[in-house]
């Protein structure tokens, strides 16, 4: 799922107040047009209408593929407080059971196993990378998959 909602954040530059776009999560099969925002670090940003700033916005994003199975949980970490650690098990896995009722359905549960270990970044920036980095990854092995399939014939 992806969610976003409207929010009123004051400049710290000129204390200028106005609305911005604040993504919580973003799954990029239900949004692929907010796919290339995410990668060229447009989304949790502030740019101010009165003075120019820009600042990025300190809130916990979630971004989800579930083409790669990969789930990445950004905490910034002036924002890391009990309730965050409340998240997570000792060993960094989800404490947070978001199945509910479709716990009983084994496809579902093997289907999204990977999202009980998510990748905890504290940036933005560190999500992004680490993105970029699966998905190179995934193209290497592709790649090396149909190389593989092409000598065998």
């Given at each position: ?5 409207w929010i009123?954040?004051e400049?710290p ?6 609305e911005?776009?604040l993504?919580?999560?973003l799954?990029?099969?239900?949004s692929p ?19 120019g700033?820009v ?5 916990s994003?979630?971004?989800?593929d ?7 949980q950004?905490h910034p ?9 409340r998240m997570y098990?000792a060993?960094?896995?989800?404490s947070?059971d978001?199945l509910?009722?479709l716990?009983?359905n084994?496809?579902i ?10 990748h ?7 999500a992004?990378l680490y ?14 998959n149909s190389?593989?399939?092409d000598?065998?014939?």
């Open positions: 799922m992806s969610d976003k909602q009123t954040v400049c530059e000129c204390h200028h107040s106005q911005v776009e993504w919580s999560s799954n990029v099969q239900i047009e907010a796919k290339t925002d995410f990668l060229e670090e447009k989304i949790n940003l502030f740019n101010c209408d009165n003075c700033e600042a990025s916005l300190a809130a994003f979630a971004y989800h579930m083409e790669l199975k990969m789930y990445v950004l970490p002036q924002n890391i407080d009990e309730q965050i650690l098990k060993d960094g896995s989800s947070i978001g509910g009722p716990k009983s084994r496809d549960l093997a289907s999204t196993e990977y999202m009980r270990h998510p905890i970044v504290f940036s933005m920036q560190e992004i993105v970029q980095f699966r998905e190179n990854l995934a193209r290497f092995h592709h790649n090396q190389n593989d399939a000598d065998v014939q």
